[in-house]
Antibody, heavy 121, light 107 residues
Framework: QVRLKESGPRLVQPSQTLSVTCTVS????????VSWVRQPPGKGLEWVGA???????DYNSALKSRLSISRDTSKNQVFLKMNSLQTDDTGTYYC???????????????WGQGVMVTVSS | DIQMTQSPASLSASLGETVTIECRAS??????LAWYQQKPGKSPQLLIY???SLHTGVPSRFSGSGSGTQYSLKINSLQSEDVASYFC?????????FGSGTKLEIK
């Protein structure tokens, strides 16, 4: 059974760094790619970045300078780090499994429950 | 980036009705399109991929169609559990981009 679960702080101060962990089960992060997607409260979805099954990464160009995505294959975990947080980074952060294992984008067939992060002092 | 224009922003329909949600891409996305359903307080769930393929476990009253830059999601025989927001997403080109969403309510 495929599952993804995000964990991380609910409150982050402005200018600080957000660190979120995605722990997956039911598949290996070396077999399928994983993306991060965020959603401001009451708004739409924004793709943040991806880590490919081989370990390389792709980032949203608007966020690239502040982003780092990595993984621990022994624990089947994917990590999101975003620095210099501002209030408009407030939202729910999801990790999602790519439906296809080939290199290239595909639909996201399984999503975590998300972690709601508030950027505030 | 490919822009996804989704309409309508909100929709109210009666139980048993058929509803259609549209998505227009700013360029040809060659059927690289997915539809997601998001219920309040929950994460998005995949309904349709490759424009017209039904994801495992999704009821057959959901269907997708379209090509080129124009795509649509149709829900037949609307049920109360279909109350949700619906998003389209293109994944043909980097970066993946989403439509702004359609909020579906029951009359």
């Amino acid at each position: 059974q495929v599952r993804l679960k995000e964990s991380g702080p609910r409150l982050v101060q402005p200018s600080q760094t957000l660190s979120v962990t995605c722990t997956v089960s039911g598949f290996s992060v070396t077999s399928y790619h994983v993306s991060w997607v965020r959603q401001p409260p009451g708004k739409g979805l924004e793709w943040v970045g991806a880590i490919w099954k081989g370990g390389s990464t792709d980032y949203n160009s608007a966020l690239k300078s502040r982003l780092s995505i990595s993984r621990d294959t022994s624990k089947n975990q994917v990590f999101l780090k975003m620095n210099s947080l501002q209030t408009d980074d407030t939202g729910t952060y999801y990790c999602a499994k790519h439906a296809q294992a080939y290199y290239g984008y595909s639909a996201f067939d399984y999503w975590g429950q998300g972690v709601m992060v508030t950027v505030s002092s | 980036d490919i822009q996804m224009t989704q309409s309508p922003a909100s929709l109210s329909a009666s139980l048993g009705e058929t509803v259609t949600i549209e998505c227009r891409a700013s360029e040809d996305i060659y059927n690289g399109l997915a539809w997601y359903q998001q219920k309040p307080g929950k994460s998005p769930q995949l309904l349709i991929y490759n424009a017209n393929s039904l994801h495992t476990g999704v009821p057959s009253r959901f269907s997708g169609s379209g090509s080129g830059t124009q795509y649509s999601l149709k829900i037949n025989s609307l049920q109360s559990e279909d109350v949700a927001s619906y998003f389209c997403q293109q994944y043909y080109n980097y970066p993946p981009t989403f439509g702004s969403g359609t909020k579906l309510e029951i009359k």
